[in-house]
């Protein structure tokens, strides 16, 4: 019969070799939080919705950069920011390449108007 392998339980030795930083982790893991914050996990990872969406932008941005990709898809799930009460305020400015578009366009719109 297939299972999972029983769990082992660290011991002393593991658990002083360990970083704080990684215990705290463990400890967030098997809480059921986020491994950045206290906040509760999205579904199916290991961080909530807020930090999933930040190491999403991040990799695709690194990718871009690794790879030497000129567009971006603005209508990715990566880059919209909703659905997050941390992203509903301008004053959240947390991913300046991700806004720098959008931030453009509005005060060339501005511009334009007051012309």
């Known amino acids: 019969m297939k299972g999972k ?10 658990l002083h070799a360990m970083s704080r930083q990684r215990k705290y982790q463990l400890r967030h893991k ?3 939080l986020c491994l950045a914050c206290s906040r509760p996990v999205a579904s199916g990872t290991l ?3 807020l930090h ?8 695709r941005e ?10 971006r898809y603005h ?4 880059y919209k920011f909703r659905g997050s009460k941390g992203y509903e305020h301008e004053s959240a400015y947390i991913f300046g390449s991700a806004m720098l578009a959008s ?3 509005r005060r060339r719109a501005k511009s ?3 012309a």
């Open 112 to 114: 334009d108007r007051a």
């Open 75 to 78: 209508k990715a799930e990566s």
């Open 5 to 14: 392998p029983p769990r082992r339980r660290m011991s002393q030795r593991l």
């Open 47 to 49: 961080f909530c919705e």
């Open 62 to 71: 690194r990718q871009r950069k690794r790879f030497k990709r000129k567009i």
């Open 103 to 105: 931030n453009f366009r």
């Open 30 to 32: 098997r809480a059921g």
């Open 52 to 59: 999933r969406r930040k190491r999403n932008l991040e990799n």
